[in-house]
C-alpha cells in the first residue's frame, strides 16, 4: 500500500514561512489534496491539486508537489494557523491516503 | 449550502454493532462520491470507506468484512453499518464529500460522531 511521510511536528515563529513536507514514492505524478484540523474540529480543506485554494483560504498558503515530496507553505504565520495538517492521495491499490499529520506550533 | 450532519455513535461493547448516519443537504448524495474517514484519540486521519457515484463500495484493510457503507437516496443520507466492534475501532468518525470525481478533495467535512468501544 502507498505511504505518506509527514514530520510529525513543525515549529515556526509568527511572521515567518512553514513548510510542511509529505513524503511519497513518485508523489508528484499524484495530486495531492491539504487539510487543516484544529483541536475539536473537523477538518478543513486548504490546498487541493497541489496547488489551488478553496475560496476563502488565504493566499498566504500555498502548494508544491514533485519528485518525491510535496510541499504545504504557509508564509506569514500566524498565531491562528497553529494546527495539524495533513496530507492525502488517491492511490489505485489503497484507495484514499492520509499522511500521519504534523502538528504546526507557532512559536 | 452544503451540509453534513453525522448521528449514531456511542459507547459499545467490544463485538457489537452500530450503524452511523450522515445526513447531508445542498447536494446530492447519490451523484457524489461519498467516504467515511475516522480519527482515534490523538492520532491522524484514516481513511475507512467509500462509496461512489456508480454505487461501487470499498474498504481500508482494516475493516473490510466487518463494515458497511451505504446511502438512502430518498433521505439523501449515507450510512456505515459497523460490525463486530474492537477496541480499536474507538474514533471519531467523519463523513465527507469528494469535490471533483476520483482523485479529487475532500470539499466537505461533517462534525464528526464518536464512536468508543469499551467493555
Known amino acids: 500500500s502507498y505511504v505518506l511521510t509527514q514530520p510529525p511536528s513543525v515549529s515556526v515563529a509568527p511572521g515567518k514561512t512553514a513548510r510542511i513536507t509529505c513524503g511519497g514514492n513518485?508523489?508528484?505524478?499524484?495530486?495531492v489534496h491539504w487539510y487543516q484540523q484544529k483541536p475539536g474540529q473537523a477538518p478543513v480543506l486548504v490546498i487541493y491539486?497541489?496547488?489551488d485554494r478553496p475560496s476563502g483560504i488565504p493566499e498566504r498558503f500555498s502548494g508544491s508537489n514533485s519528485g518525491n515530496t510535496a510541499t504545504l507553505t504557509i508564509s506569514r504565520v500566524e498565531a491562528g494557523d497553529e494546527a495539524d495538517y495533513f496530507c492525502?492521495?488517491?492511490?489505485?491499490?489503497?484507495?484514499?491516503?492520509f499522511g500521519g499529520g504534523t502538528e504546526l506550533t507557532v512559536l | 449550502e452544503v451540509q453534513l450532519v453525522e448521528t449514531g455513535g456511542g459507547l459499545i461493547q467490544p463485538g457489537g454493532s452500530l450503524r452511523l448516519s450522515c445526513a447531508a443537504s445542498?447536494?446530492?448524495?447519490?451523484?457524489?462520491?461519498m467516504n467515511w474517514v475516522r480519527q482515534a484519540p490523538g492520532k491522524g486521519l484514516e481513511w475507512v470507506s467509500i462509496?461512489?457515484?456508480?454505487?461501487?463500495?470499498y474498504y481500508a484493510d482494516s475493516v473490510k468484512g466487518r463494515f458497511t457503507i451505504s446511502r438512502d437516496n430518498s433521505k439523501n443520507t449515507l450510512y456505515l453499518q459497523m460490525n463486530s466492534l474492537r477496541v480499536e475501532d474507538t474514533a471519531v468518525y467523519y463523513c465527507?464529500?469528494?469535490?471533483?470525481?476520483?482523485?479529487?478533495?475532500?470539499?466537505?467535512w461533517g462534525q464528526g460522531t464518536l464512536v468508543t468501544v469499551s467493555s
Open positions: 465527507a464529500r469528494v469535490g471533483s470525481g476520483y482523485g479529487g478533495e475532500f470539499d466537505y
Open positions: 445542498g447536494f446530492i448524495v447519490s451523484s457524489n462520491y
Open positions: 462509496i461512489y457515484s456508480g454505487g461501487s463500495t
Open positions: 513518485n508523489i508528484g505524478s499524484k495530486s
Open positions: 491539486y497541489d496547488t
Open positions: 492525502q492521495v488517491w492511490d489505485s491499490s489503497s484507495d484514499v491516503v
